[in-house]
């Protein structure tokens, strides 16, 4: 999916992007590339690969929820900014939180936020399960993102707890998601979520089958949870 494509396909569905717009999306694909050389940021660097793997794929939640009703945003376990950036650009009235163990991988968005010039967004250092406890984070989002970062059933004890009552929790998968969501079913329930949705479609390009898990927050978040690190992905609620 070459630039072109990404825009027009975009547009097709309902998000038309500025200049500007599109010229951040390059800029950060150069980033990407250039700390690539010298961090492990993605196995993926080909110009059109990087658009509809990385680009095209972190937008598509907004195909099926509407994002012009969301105002704040916190993306989990966002590695090289994905799907929480793109979106970012695409709707630059959300206030967005990235969180992310690894402070290299912040130090490397950070830059990607300064060159784009991009408001609002923060960083945080820390793993999902402490921020998930400290009162400046939890129940404070409208909505939460996660990405390819574990298992449904470990994914839920991360992500809920940062999601107001009345918000949504996104879930980005790849194929396999019905297992994955059946074993998890009992902790997003404890968790005060329910399922809502799932939606699969491909992409556009290479076809491979992609799953978006649409979770409300009915009820708060017992306050046991999350659980001390290390904990939710040795021990699922189940």
């Not at 150069?30 to 990385?54: F, R």
């Not at 306050?223 to 609620?237: D, F, Q, T």
Request: hydrophobic share 35%; proline share 5%.
């Amino acid at each position: 999916m070459d630039p072109q494509s990404f825009q027009r396909i975009l547009e097709e569905k309902g998000i038309t992007l500025s200049l500007e717009q599109l010229e951040q999306f390059e800029r950060y694909f150069q980033l990407l590339v250039e700390w690539n050389e010298k961090m492990n940021l993605t196995g993926i660097t080909e110009k059109n690969q990087v658009y509809e793997k990385h680009f095209y794929d972190s937008v598509t939640p907004s195909f099926y929820y509407d994002f012009s009703s969301a105002n704040t945003l916190i993306d989990v376990g966002s590695g090289a900014g994905f799907p929480g950036i793109p979106l970012k650009i695409c709707f630059p009235h959300i206030q967005l939180t990235i969180l992310d163990s690894l402070n290299k991988r912040l130090t490397f968005l950070q830059e990607v936020i300064n060159e784009l010039r991009l408001e609002q967004v923060y960083l945080v250092h820390s793993r999902a399960e402490d921020a998930g406890q400290n009162p400046i984070y939890r129940e404070k989002f409208d909505m939460v993102t996660a990405r390819a970062v574990a298992r449904l059933s470990v994914l839920s004890e991360f992500c809920l707890p940062f999601a107001r009552v009345g918000g949504t929790f996104l879930v980005m998968k790849g194929s396999q998601s019905e297992e994955e969501l059946n074993e998890a079913q009992k902790g997003i329930q404890v968790l005060g979520g329910k399922l809502k949705n799932m939606h699969t479609f491909t992409l556009p390009v290479e076809e491979a089958e992609r799953n978006i898990v649409e979770i409300r927050k009915e009820k708060k978040t017992p306050k046991i949870y999350p659980r001390k690190a290390g904990i939710p992905a040795k021990n699922p609620i189940s």
